[in-house]
Each structure stands twice: as structure tokens, then as C-alpha cells.
């Protein structure tokens, strides 16, 4: 089955475009890529969703109905000097859904395509032409037709928590941090995660979680490049902060950045946080889960760990709530809960 080459050349209305720049407040900004208004399946009006975001203290949103551009030109009003709005779509396969971020306003991508066919690929290019982003959605998602199908070969980044943290959030991380491990044993270029709302209705919340971009300039152009650099964390909140760094030999390496020392040079890892009462930080590398501290019950707190490249090849960092007994967890067993019933054969 091959993707028909026509387009619907309708919109709601005449797209009013959406400033591409708004005013920064630094280099670190917060956004919501992927929400649904009444265009698709969404109930709110894209106002609402436009005062979601503000309420929620995020600096940037993006607009991802399914398989339409309808809300493109609803935008233009509700974008301002505090506010980015930059447009895109959910592209609804049945073999999984899709991010398609950073389009021109009106901008329509096709989803009547399967895995087996070779159309996504076509259809990436097609945003990466507009100077947009391809990233999976909720891969893991337990509805019909929303599982992941179509391989990492084509996305820019990948998404691995969406809205409040659930049981498919888990594997979702799993494999994103496996294709680290694989990009960095191929030398292929590594893709980063996102974490967004997926928020429909309410009380869905908006910017629950979402990602902090690093960039130099709030512009959809710096916002997409950051996120495709990979130069972003993911936020459960705007009450959370942090600054992750690799110190070695003489040299420092930030959020997305490398860090180039001698094998055995000691390299220190560094995370400081604030706004997760008692939670926990865990740093995780190509050999598992392997230093873990708990913050204390104001949320903040600063946690170090010394290793080096022959070692790890990587590092991340993550941020946990207490489990429901209040006590952090551990990092290094294995529970005896399924999801489901165990094989038969």
C-alpha cells in the first residue's frame, strides 16, 4: 500500500501566522510539544490551551491536532511576547503515532500509510524540510494502532513521558536509552528524548510534563535546534530546576554536549536540583543504574559521582518521587508485579 499523493487543501481558516520569535528571558525555556484543541479530539478551544500554557509557566507551545493543519490559523491571537506558539501535527498512523513539529502554518503531513510501506521516511523529509522535527509519540500507548512500528532510522528525537507518568513511561525510557548505547557503539548520531502532555481535555494538564530547551534565542528555529541537539531536559513541572554537568581534565561538558578526556582521566558527574521533596537522583550509563542519592523533604540538593570514559560512554541523570511506602526505591532489583500473565509457550 503506497501513501496517495494528494492533499486535503482545506483549512478552519485563512492561517494567520504565529510570531516565530518571542521575547527570551534567558537561555533556557520550557515547552509543551504536543496538544490537542476541538480541531481533532481535543475539547478545549485553542484559547484555553494558549492560557494552559501561560498558567503553567511555559515560554513555548506547539500545536499537534491529529491528521490536520485545522488549528494553524487559530494561533496568530494567542501568541505574544511571553508566549512562542509554533505549529504542528500528531501524524496518526495505524502503525503508531508521530510529532511532526515546527511546521509552516497550514503545513498538512499524510498518515494513510502502514510500517511495511516505505512512506515515512518520504513524509520526514518533508518536515525536516520546513525546518521541523520528526519524534515518535507515546510508543508505548496500550490503545489500538498506537504502538510504535516504523524504527528510529527517520526520528529526530523521541518521546518517553507523556502526560502524568504511567507504566508504558517505563519502556518507553528503556529503549530510548538503548538506542544511546547503539548510536554510541555505531558512531551515529544519538536521539534525544521528549516528555509533553498529550493534554485533550480536562484535567489533563497542560505542560504535565514538558521539556526545558537550551537555546540562544526563544524562536521556533532556536527551539527545534536545541531539541534536535538534544541540548533539553524534561520537566514534571515549572517548580523544578536543575543543572547537570562532566568535569574532566581540564574541561567541562553541559546537558546534550560531549565531553573528550583520556579513558581513565577522572570525570566527575554533577547534578544539581531543586522543586522534588524527597525524591531521588539516580545516573545511569551503558552499564545500568549506577549511583543513586535521595534529596532531602525541601526538594533540593546537589548529587556527585566520579567515573570515567572507559567506564561509561554516557551519562544521564534522573529525578524520582518516593514510591508509595515514602522510601526511594531501589535501583538494582527486580520486582516479582506483571502487567500481565507470564508466557504459556
Request: proline share 6%; net charge negative; hydrophobic share 35%.
Amino acid at each position: 500500500m503506497s501513501a496517495p499523493a494528494d492533499a486535503p487543501a482545506w483549512t478552519a481558516r485563512p492561517p494567520r501566522a504565529t510570531t516565530r520569535r518571542a521575547r527570551g528571558r534567558g537561555r533556557s525555556y520550557g515547552g509543551d510539544c504536543h496538544l490537542h484543541t476541538f480541531h481533532s479530539d481535543g475539547k478545549r478551544q485553542p484559547a484555553e490551551v494558549a492560557a494552559g500554557a501561560r498558567a503553567a509557566g511555559l515560554d513555548f507551545m506547539v500545536s499537534t491536532d491529529h491528521k490536520t493543519s485545522a488549528s494553524h490559523g487559530a494561533w496568530g491571537e494567542y501568541a505574544g511576547s511571553d508566549l512562542l506558539i509554533i505549529t504542528g501535527e500528531e501524524v496518526t498512523t495505524r502503525n503508531g503515532h508521530w510529532l511532526a513539529l515546527g511546521l509552516s502554518p497550514g503545513e498538512w503531513v499524510d498518515w494513510r500509510y502502514p510500517a511495511r510501506d516505505d512512506a515515512f521516511p518520504r513524509f520526514a523529509r518533508q518536515v525536516r524540510r520546513s525546518g521541523g522535527l520528526v519524534g515518535p509519540a507515546h510508543m508505548y500507548c496500550a490503545y489500538v494502532a498506537s504502538q510504535w512500528k516504523f524504527g528510529f532510522d527517520d526520528a529526530d528525537a523521541t518521546e518517553v513521558w507523556t502526560g502524568p507518568w504511567t507504566y508504558d513511561d517505563e519502556p518507553a525510557v528503556s529503549t530510548w536509552d538503548q538506542k544511546i548505547g547503539e548510536a554510541l557503539r555505531s558512531g551515529s548520531t544519538w536521539i534525544p528524548a521528549m516528555g509533553n502532555s498529550d493534554a485533550h481535555s480536562e484535567p489533563q494538564a497542560v505542560g504535565l510534563p514538558h521539556n526545558v530547551v537550551l537555546a540562544d534565542d526563544l524562536s521556533t528555529e532556536a527551539v527545534m535546534d536545541g531539541l534536535r541537539a538534544g541540548r533539553s531536559w524534561i520537566a514534571e513541572s515549572s517548580a523544578v530546576q536543575l543543572t547537570f554537568t562532566a568535569s574532566g581534565h581540564a574541561r567541562q561538558a553541559g546537558i546534550g554536549e560531549e565531553l573528550e578526556v583520556p579513558a581513565d582521566a577522572p570525570v566527575d558527574i554533577r547534578l544539581d536540583v531543586k522543586g522534588v521533596p524527597n525524591g531521588t537522583v539516580r545516573f545511569v550509563t551503558d552499564e545500568g543504574r549506577m549511583h543513586q542519592e535521595s534529596l532531602t523533604a525541601d526538594g533540593a540538593g546537589s548529587a556527585v559521582w566520579r567515573t570515567n570514559a572507559s567506564l561509561a560512554s554516557y551519562v544521564r541523570a534522573e529525578v524520582r518521587h518516593p514510591m508509595s511506602d515514602g522510601t526511594p526505591g531501589q535501583s538494582n532489583t527486580v520486582g516479582d508485579a506483571l502487567l500481565f500473565g507470564p508466557w504459556r509457550r
